[in-house]
């Protein structure tokens, strides 16, 4: 079994930046996708960035692209999701998920992931 765990969450203005992080406890998951989604209130969940297992490719939502960056540490058993120039489109909790697949190409839709953190809150104000 695997448990994720997020931090990093925050209030920030317009234009600044957060960090995320993603704890995998349980077991190593080097040989595992990761991804962050993330859901606004009264919207279903969507697919913001992943990683492959062998971080050789990662793959963005349009809306993000070139904004935010996953990347992972699998000495350290953790995902980040580097997040700039923030917008207030951007406001919703945020989870990371996990799947131990070593498929070619990284899985975007919610479904074919196995675990799930709970969430942390990120607000973006005007």
């Known amino acids: 079994q695997v448990q994720l765990v997020e931090s990093g969450g925050g209030l920030v203005q317009a234009g600044e930046s957060l960090r995320l992080s993603c704890a995998a406890s349980?077991?190593?998951?080097?040989?595992?996708?990761m991804a962050w989604f993330r859901q606004a209130p009264g919207k279903d969940r969507e697919f913001v960035g992943g990683?492959?297992?062998?971080?050789?490719?990662?793959d963005y939502a349009d809306s993000v692209k070139g904004r935010f960056t996953v990347s992972r540490d699998d000495a350290k058993n953790t995902a980040y999701l580097q997040m700039n120039s923030l917008k207030p489109e951007d406001t919703a909790i945020y989870y990371c998920?996990?799947?131990?697949?070593?498929?070619?190409?990284?899985?975007?839709?919610?479904?074919?992931?196995?675990?799930w953190g709970q969430g942390t809150q990120v607000t973006v104000s005007s």
């Open positions: 998920a996990a799947v131990n697949d070593q498929s070619a190409s990284v899985p975007i839709y919610r479904s074919h992931y196995d675990y």
């Open positions: 349980g077991r190593p998951f080097r040989y595992g996708h």
């Open positions: 990683i492959s297992w062998s971080a050789g490719i990662t």
